[in-house]
């Protein structure tokens, strides 16, 4: 990441509340196309995610620490804080000493934006103004929100414009949090209804929308040069497993999530 940063276009995308059963098993069905091309041998690695809802891992990610491998390490990462005892920084780091990666990358020279999508992002009080509040740019919009059927296109369409409007030769880190398979997921299955509620066939039916619309964003972020991106969901959440629902708790389908990062290369 040390030659990475300052060469390339940096993406981050939070496919928010993504379980890594249902991502594993549909990329092996071949029902998410678009984004199986780009995960390393075709599958999404197994990590374990920073936090268990979306406030704490967003918190623990823009501080450099991404979903950890899920065995046995240390295991070196990408970017870090710089600070003494630090057994995971490792030569090939970005160091940033700032508070964040975020600010991190805004010294080196990027333009960062933000594109929110659950309501930690929403900006409509002090705590959904914190995470996008890193960014020198923030959108949201209900258009992007949890209740919309169609908010990632909406999100992929303001990404979009906003990567036309950069001059050339700045440099941009985008981030996208995704709020499609956060519920309600359910208008995402053909057939299913309100009162049925979501379930892991809404979920795994959200993700095939998101992969649906997700060549876009990759094209829009490797229009003007070689893009790094990572993908991952920084929890996942609980359908009836052991009986509990939801996350913000300690079940292993909300710990273990999907992650992959790749080169997007520049379009020619």
């Given at each position: 990441m040390t030659e990475v940063v300052g060469r390339d276009d940096?993406?981050?995308?939070?496919?928010?509340?993504?379980r890594f059963d249902v991502a594993a098993e549909l990329a092996a069905a071949g029902r998410i196309p678009n984004l199986a091309r780009h995960l390393p041998g075709g599958v999404?690695?197994?990590?374990?995610?920073?936090?268990?809802?979306t406030y704490a891992s967003h918190q623990a990610i823009f501080a450099g620490f991404l979903p950890t491998p899920a065995a046995p390490g240390p295991h070196p990462r990408l970017f870090a804080a710089r600070f003494p005892?630090?057994?995971?920084?490792?030569?090939?780091?970005?160091?940033?000493?700032t508070p964040d990666l975020v600010s991190g990358l805004a010294d080196a020279g990027y333009r960062?934006?933000?594109i929110g999508g659950v309501g930690f992002f929403n900006k409509l009080g002090p705590l959904g103004s914190v995470l996008p509040g890193m960014f020198q740019e923030s959108h949201w919009d209900p258009e992007f929100g949890v209740a919309s059927p169609t908010s990632f296109e909406a999100q992929v369409?303001?990404?979009?414009?906003?990567?036309?409007?950069?001059?050339?030769?700045?440099?941009?880190?985008?981030?996208?949090?995704?709020?499609?398979?956060h519920q309600p997921n359910w208008f995402h299955l053909p057939g299913a209804t309100r009162d049925a509620g979501d379930s892991?066939?809404?979920?795994?039916?959200?993700?095939?929308?998101?992969?649906?619309?997700?060549?876009?964003?990759?094209?829009?972020?490797?229009?003007?040069r070689r893009c790094f991106a990572i993908a991952c969901s920084d929890h996942g959440t609980a359908y009836g497993d052991d009986g509990?629902?939801?996350?913000r708790l300690g079940h292993d389908v909300v710990w273990t999530v999907p992650y992959a990062h790749f080169f997007l290369e520049a379009a020619a």
């Amino acid at each position: 990441m040390t030659e990475v940063v300052g060469r390339d276009d940096l993406l981050l995308v939070t496919l928010d509340t993504l379980r890594f059963d249902v991502a594993a098993e549909l990329a092996a069905a071949g029902r998410i196309p678009n984004l199986a091309r780009h995960l390393p041998g075709g599958v999404w690695e197994k990590r374990h995610a920073p936090g268990s809802f979306t406030y704490a891992s967003h918190q623990a990610i823009f501080a450099g620490f991404l979903p950890t491998p899920a065995a046995p390490g240390p295991h070196p990462r990408l970017f870090a804080a710089r600070f003494p005892g630090s057994e995971t920084t490792a030569a090939r780091t970005f160091v940033f000493d700032t508070p964040d990666l975020v600010s991190g990358l805004a010294d080196a020279g990027y333009r960062t934006v933000c594109i929110g999508g659950v309501g930690f992002f929403n900006k409509l009080g002090p705590l959904g103004s914190v995470l996008p509040g890193m960014f020198q740019e923030s959108h949201w919009d209900p258009e992007f929100g949890v209740a919309s059927p169609t908010s990632f296109e909406a999100q992929v369409d303001l990404a979009e414009k906003i990567v036309a409007g950069l001059p050339y030769d700045q440099r941009l880190f985008l981030f996208v949090n995704v709020p499609s398979l956060h519920q309600p997921n359910w208008f995402h299955l053909p057939g299913a209804t309100r009162d049925a509620g979501d379930s892991r066939e809404t979920h795994a039916a959200a993700l095939e929308y998101v992969d649906r619309h997700i060549g876009r964003l990759f094209a829009a972020a490797s229009s003007r040069r070689r893009c790094f991106a990572i993908a991952c969901s920084d929890h996942g959440t609980a359908y009836g497993d052991d009986g509990f629902t939801g996350h913000r708790l300690g079940h292993d389908v909300v710990w273990t999530v999907p992650y992959a990062h790749f080169f997007l290369e520049a379009a020619a």
